[in-house]
């Protein structure tokens, strides 16, 4: 029987001697096609060469741009104990109020806004030492008086406390208490032609007269002389 006449068969495309290579190729091609459909949804190409840096939720952390470390508020020597013993010098000068930036310039803090002497008035307050009811001065309660101590080292020494008290005054002021800084009386008139004031009844010369007595810096003795006050000499008058 000649078996060359029979119908033939459609062959399959993969039994053929090329089927190995077409199929690699296919499969070649189909990993390509996946591997930039991955790569295109996890990895968008935009035209922003730089992106801000974002924390992982696997909990690496990349690297984040520094802040400037703060600036540390400026330190004083002076101790509780010190403060109190300030105010306690103060008081009897501003009715037992004195300011709080007067205090803390005389503490040594440069002013009422520093950190430092808001965290000190802060501990006074909660060991019952002041009284901050009032947002501009200070009290002294019964029990921070007992807890004063002496006042820092400069209130000791004239000359020092001298030169920390101008720090707070005006120029004018301060022409007025170097002609007084002796510690001894003076006329008004004295003082008054000095500055080169027409008169002791000038509104000018009696304004700027008031306004050192108020700091507790002078003494009106009687109608005619002044004189600074014991506060301005911590070592004593000469």
């Not at 965290?119 to 009811?133: Q, V």
Request: charge should be positive; glycine fraction near 6%.
């Amino acid at each position: 029987m000649d078996h060359d006449k029979g119908p033939k068969c459609r062959v399959p495309p993969w039994t053929t001697p090329n089927a190995t290579s077409e199929v690699v190729t296919l499969h070649f091609l189909e990993s390509s096609f996946m591997l930039i459909i991955f790569v295109w949804q996890y990895y968008p190409i935009t035209s922003n060469t730089t992106k801000p840096c974002k924390r992982r939720r696997s909990g690496n952390i990349t690297t984040m741009p520094k802040t400037a470390a703060k600036t540390p508020a400026e330190k004083t020597s002076t101790t509780k104990n010190q403060l109190l013993g300030v105010i306690a010098q103060l008081d009897p000068f501003h009715n037992g109020k004195p300011p709080r930036d007067l205090v803390a310039r005389r503490a040594g803090y440069g002013n009422a806004m520093n950190p430092s002497f808001k965290k000190a008035l802060s501990r006074a307050s909660k060991r019952n030492h002041l009284d901050l009811s009032d947002k501009s001065n200070v009290t002294l309660t019964a029990s921070g008086l007992e807890e004063a101590g002496d006042a820092p080292d400069w209130l000791k020494s004239n000359d020092d406390a001298h030169t920390k008290i101008q720090e707070e005054l005006t120029p004018a002021m301060r022409k007025v208490f170097e002609l007084v800084k002796d510690g001894k009386r003076h006329s008004r008139s004295e003082i008054a032609s000095s500055l080169e004031y027409p008169s002791v009844k000038h509104q000018g010369f009696k304004k700027l007269l008031d306004r050192i007595r108020l700091k507790g810096y002078l003494e009106f003795v009687d109608k005619e002389f002044i004189q600074l006050s014991d506060i301005c000499f911590p070592a004593g008058r000469d």
